[in-house]
């Protein structure tokens, strides 16, 4: 059974900086990739980064591009959002999901959600 537990989020003024995780179990982890995706209140779940599954490949959306960086350690079955310059609306709370290898930006290419974990900027 897949199981992803995301933590690290929390309260940081704009401009701060903030690491999320999204530990994974059950699953082959190194032939899946990874999505992060954030959901903000009354608004719909969007893409914010993917990584593929060797970790070779990476992908953003535009509004975090430059500021977020995706990682991932398959020895540990761990993947990872370091999030920089933070702005108000980044505020979400942030999933974590999976699909077989290759990196998709919508929602319903992805599967096996997590519980989430609520990242709050301050202006």
């Known amino acids: 059974q897949v199981r992803l537990v995301e933590s690290g989020g929390g309260l940081v003024q704009a401009g701060g900086s903030l690491r999320v995780s999204c530990a994974a179990s059950g699953l082959a982890f190194s032939t899946y990739a990874m999505g992060w995706f954030r959901q903000a209140p009354r608004k719909e779940r969007e893409f914010v980064a993917g990584?593929?599954?060797?970790?070779?490949?990476?992908y953003y959306a535009d509004s975090v591009k430059g500021r977020f960086t995706i990682s991932r350690d398959n020895a540990n079955h761990m993947v990872y959002l370091r999030m920089n310059s933070l702005k108000p609306e980044d505020t979400a709370v942030y999933y974590c999901?999976?699909?077989?290898?290759?990196?998709?930006?919508?929602?319903?290419?992805?599967?096996?959600w997590g519980q989430g974990t609520q990242v709050t900027v301050s202006s």
């Open positions: 990584i593929s599954s060797s970790g070779a490949s990476t």
């Open positions: 999901g999976v699909r077989p290898f290759t990196i998709r930006t919508m929602v319903d290419q992805y599967s096996n």
